[in-house]
């Protein structure tokens, strides 16, 4: 009996160290599920603030594109004046007028610009502008070269050429008047 008891005794000391090993083990599972739990939890709220901040972010795309596009399309009032010059000419001499003050105002504006826009930047970004400036130079005279070519190889030199000559000095200044004016403005904007 006594065997019997000691046994039983072990046997139940056993168990007992087994339960309380268990009772350990499943009260570590459930933090470690608690803290998964958590976990997913927060990483839902995380996910939650981010899809809303892209949402936010996607808006003010969308917001930039249209204002954008509303200056691409909104005319220049220089170019609302030019259209109104341009109704009045009568001969090809006074077009060909018109078509060069433009170009001369459209100039200055650019220089305007330019220099509205040097002085905003920060010292070592002003190096991209002056770069920018000096290859757009280049880079419109062998385009105006190309565009004088290519009219008088059609037009040989006839009195259209005269406005094709000035529309292209025209158009060179205005293109570049409006690209620095809209970086002058995206720069002023914020």
Known sequence: MKKTTVLLMVLLAVLTMSCIVLGAL?????????NLELEVSNLENEISQKTELLIQAEKQIELLQQENQEITDRKHDLDIEYEKAMATWINTMEGVEIINSFGDIWKEEMDKYYTLLYDMLEEDRKKW?????EKWEI???ENEELAWQTYDQVHHD???MKIYSAEIYLERYRSRAKTLIHLYNSLISY
Not at 26 to 34: A, G, M, R
Not at 129 to 133: D, F
């Open 26 to 34: 499943l009260n570590s599972h459930n933090k470690t599920v608690e």
């Open 158 to 160: 006839g009195s259209i």
């Open 139 to 141: 880079y419109t005279k």
């Open 129 to 133: 502008l002056i770069s920018s400036q």
